[in-house]
């Protein structure tokens, strides 16, 4: 395996963790209070989501695209 393929797996399984994360936190009350309020996530909720999101993609292109 090449080393922008570990990189890639590596990236892969942080952007799902923080997705993960993200859900959870959307879950909770202080979020679940916010969105009917403002209709928005927290700051927090939507960092999670975005880095995971980027994370995600990226390594899967990495995965796919990389060197081979």
């Given at each position: 395996?090449?080393?922008?393929?570990?990189?890639?797996?590596?990236?892969?399984?942080?952007?799902?963790?923080?997705?993960?994360?993200?859900?959870?936190?959307?879950?909770?009350l202080d979020?679940?209070?916010?969105?009917?309020?403002?209709?928005?996530?927290?700051?927090?909720?939507?960092?999670?989501?975005?880095?995971?999101?980027?994370?995600?993609?990226?390594?899967?292109?990495?995965?796919?695209?990389?060197?081979?």
């Amino acid at each position: 395996m090449k080393t922008q393929q570990i990189i890639g797996l590596a990236l892969l399984v942080l952007g799902l963790i923080l997705l993960f994360f993200g859900y959870q936190a959307s879950q909770g009350l202080d979020d679940q209070v916010a969105e009917a309020v403002t209709g928005e996530f927290t700051d927090e909720t939507m960092l999670y989501w975005i880095a995971g999101g980027v994370s995600t993609v990226v390594g899967l292109v990495l995965l796919v695209f990389g060197k081979k």
